[in-house]
């Protein structure tokens, strides 16, 4: 089992629409999490990081379940330009302390 | 100016050959990173380097070798590059913070294509 895992879509969705991603981990040692975002191409963007409490950014809003093991990203009102991969990224604390990329989820938004 | 550099974007060699890429950052981290992403596979990581002296495996270090110059410079290297070393090499680099986590910076990418 990967140790973080996202559905890998693609998610097409028009433009205004609200789409969820969805990310779980396996390591209950894990202790920071992220999404970053990444062009065809290009390299992966810090997106925002994700709190216990919740956090939003404009039309972005992340959420952690530590219980579930489970982190979402919420993007409401989607633009032509948030089409991209999404990365689920966690920072765990065990015998030393590493960064795991998810493998992402692919977004299409589409006119 | 870029904050992490990568040289060269593109490159293509034949099976055999020794590649190196290499990476600079006007970050002052001292945290540096080599992955590599395949198509559904996401980043791996090859090496990674905490210090100037101190330099760690990744999950995918066979056939690669690293070497931090400096605080600034991380490079990797394939010895005798074969085909399935093809794939998009990104460097990166973090300053880490506990509270805060790790959060990486990447440089744009070399495109390594093994004939």
């Known amino acids: 089992r990967k140790e973080v895992e996202q559905d890998p879509g693609p998610f097409n969705v028009p433009e205004g629409a609200t789409v969820a991603f969805n990310c779980t981990y396996s390591?209950?040692?894990?202790?920071?999490f992220f999404w970053y975002r990444q062009d065809c191409r290009k390299e992966p963007k810090l997106l925002m990081s994700?709190?216990?409490s919740g956090n939003e950014d404009g039309r972005f809003t992340a959420q952690l379940n530590r219980a579930s093991q489970y982190i979402s990203l919420l993007i409401r009102d989607s633009k032509l330009s948030d089409s991209a991969t999404y990365l689920c990224?966690?920072?765990?604390?065990?015998?030393?302390?590493?960064?795991?990329f998810g493998a992402g989820t692919r977004l299409f938004v589409k006119a | 100016d870029a904050d992490v550099t990568q040289t060269p974007r593109n490159r293509i060699t034949k099976t055999g050959k020794r590649i190196m890429l290499e990476c600079s950052q006007t970050?002052?981290?001292?945290?540096m990173y080599w992955y590599r992403q395949d198509p559904g596979l996401g980043l791996r990581l090859i090496y990674y380097?905490?210090?100037?002296?101190?330099?760690n495996k990744g999950e995918i270090s066979d056939g690669y070798s690293v070497s931090r110059q400096a605080q600034a410079k991380f490079s990797l290297s394939l010895e005798s590059a074969i085909p399935n070393q093809t794939a998009l090499y990104f460097c990166?680099?973090?300053?880490?913070?506990?509270?805060?986590?790790?959060?990486?910076?990447f440089g744009p990418g070399t495109r390594l294509t093994v004939l």
């Open positions: 990166a680099t973090s300053d880490f913070s506990g509270s805060a986590g790790d959060t990486q910076y």
């Open positions: 390591n209950s040692a894990s202790q920071s």
């Open positions: 994700v709190y216990s």
């Open positions: 990224v966690v920072n765990v604390a065990t015998g030393g302390f590493k960064t795991i």
């Open positions: 970050k002052g981290h001292d945290r």
């Open positions: 380097s905490f210090d100037v002296k101190d330099i």
